[in-house]
């Protein structure tokens, strides 16, 4: 079993940055794929992330292409998500998701594809 607990959600302004982290247990962390998701209201859960396991290949949403970072610490089995430049639209509670199973190419975009995710940390930009 793997706890994920997400950290550094906030209030921010238009143009700002925070950076969220993903805490999680389990002794092969390194192994994990991790994907950040995001559901804003009113709408459904969608990709914004993902970073594989062991290689560290990066995937992003077109939508945050170029403002985003995911990156891991595998020392601290932990990965971050840091967001800059950011938009009213990016307000959302924001998932952690991890997979022992690492993923590739378009699976790692599919919410299916992870087997354990966190409680979630809201983000809201204000305009």
């Known amino acids: 079993q793997v706890q994920l607990v997400e950290s550094g959600g906030g209030l921010v302004q238009a143009g700002g940055s925070l950076r969220l982290s993903c805490a999680a247990s389990?002794?092969?962390?390194?192994?994990?794929?991790m994907g950040w998701f995001r559901r804003a209201p009113g709408k459904g859960r969608e990709f914004v992330a993902a970073?594989?396991?062991?290689?560290?290949?990066?995937y992003y949403a077109d939508s945050v292409k170029g403002r985003f970072t995911i990156s891991r610490d595998n020392a601290k089995n932990t990965v971050y998500l840091q967001m800059n430049s950011l938009k009213p639209e990016d307000t959302a509670i924001y998932y952690c998701?991890?997979?022992?199973?690492?993923?590739?190419?378009?699976?790692?975009?599919?919410?299916?594809?992870?087997?354990?995710w966190g409680q979630g940390t809201q983000v809201t930009v204000s305009s």
């Open positions: 998701a991890a997979t022992p199973s690492d993923c590739s190419g378009s699976g790692c975009f599919i919410s299916r594809t992870y087997d354990y």
């Open positions: 389990g002794r092969t962390f390194s192994n994990y794929a």
């Open positions: 970073i594989r396991g062991r290689g560290s290949t990066t």
